[in-house]
């Protein structure tokens, strides 16, 4: 009880923090950087800053934030990016070390409960860090903090349509093509014969390393078609276990079942698939973008 009880006590002295930099900045007819050494405002002051304090406590209007405001400010702030740390290193990781191929049969589980909780937590810690320093939509329209934090929300908004369309629209898809498929018979495979041995359905579990096939059906590390909820079978995993912190002797203690072959024609992906990619490489530009939001507010 005394953590919520803390944290509410927190929140309720807080309430006064909302008298905010852009409005001092719009009374002083001056950028954020004026006062402040950080043009997006906040932090260590400049002279003129310092100035402008001293002349507010003198006539009667002190330039305060209470303490346990500030704490709960710095908290928010840090958990706003932590959580998008953690979510953006998440979509770098996956295009420049596994690539979004590896999940081209639907996003494992794990990976869509990180998704979306990271979005919640951004969604709500960054309204709450709205309203502490935007009072007005004047704020928002005509200050180059505003501007920036618009073109932030909305990218922001972007990558999270498209992340939903992605796991509850074109996922269900994937992983219904994928289960629409005839028994399967264990030995040399094409790419899209290999897709159905993804252990679902009474499904074998097979995947390819290295040009061959690989049946990991018997492996407790196999459970439910997926190896540490992150590899799905009915793949080729080369890449994406040559970065496992195991060697490759590790694989080929399991059953040799036949050879990847090779596809003698061209074959047009399906539509959800095509989809899937477009919409990965899309939040990879916009989480870019997002970065070079950040840094022009901070920086520019």
């Not at 939903?164 to 219904?176: D, E, M, N, T, Y």
């Not at 596809?263 to 990965?280: C, G, I, N, V």
Request: charged letters at 15%; a positive charge.
């Amino acid at each position: 009880m005394r953590i919520p009880m803390l944290f509410l006590l927190l929140l309720l002295l807080s309430v006064g923090l909302a008298g905010a930099t852009e409005k001092f900045a719009r009374k002083t007819g001056h950028d954020c950087n004026y006062c402040h050494l950080n043009p997006a405002g906040g932090g260590e002051l400049t002279a003129a800053g310092e100035a402008f304090i001293e002349q507010q406590a003198a006539a009667g209007a002190p330039v305060t934030t209470p303490v346990a405001g500030r704490i709960l400010r710095l908290l928010v702030g840090f958990l706003h990016l932590f959580t998008a740390v953690f979510w953006f290193g998440t979509i770098f990781y996956v295009h420049l070390v596994l690539k979004p191929a590896y999940a081209s049969q639907g996003l494992p589980r794990s990976e869509v409960r990180v998704g979306l909780v990271s979005m919640v937590v951004m969604a709500v810690t960054g309204a709450y860090l709205t309203w502490l320093r935007v009072d007005s939509f004047e704020t928002l329209l005509h200050t180059s903090f505003g501007i920036l934090l618009l073109v932030k929300i909305g990218l922001f908004g972007i990558m999270v349509a498209l992340a939903l369309l992605a796991v509850f629209v074109i996922g269900p898809k994937l992983r219904q093509k994928r289960g629409a498929t005839q028994d399967v018979v264990l030995g040399d495979m094409t790419t899209e014969q290999l897709a159905r041995c993804d252990g679902k359905d009474g499904h074998p579990v097979c995947f390819a390393f290295q040009g061959r096939i690989f049946n990991a059906g018997n492996s407790p590390l196999w459970k439910g078609g997926e190896h540490m909820k992150r590899h799905p079978a009915g793949t080729d995993l080369s890449e994406a276990l040559g970065q496992a912190p195991h060697g490759a002797d590790r694989v080929l203690k399991l059953p040799d079942v036949g050879q990847l072959l090779p596809t003698t024609e061209q074959q047009t992906e399906p539509a959800p698939k095509r989809l899937f990619y477009l919409f990965a490489y899309l939040n990879l530009g916009l989480a870019i973008a997002i970065l070079m939001v950040v840094a022009l507010w901070r920086w520019n």
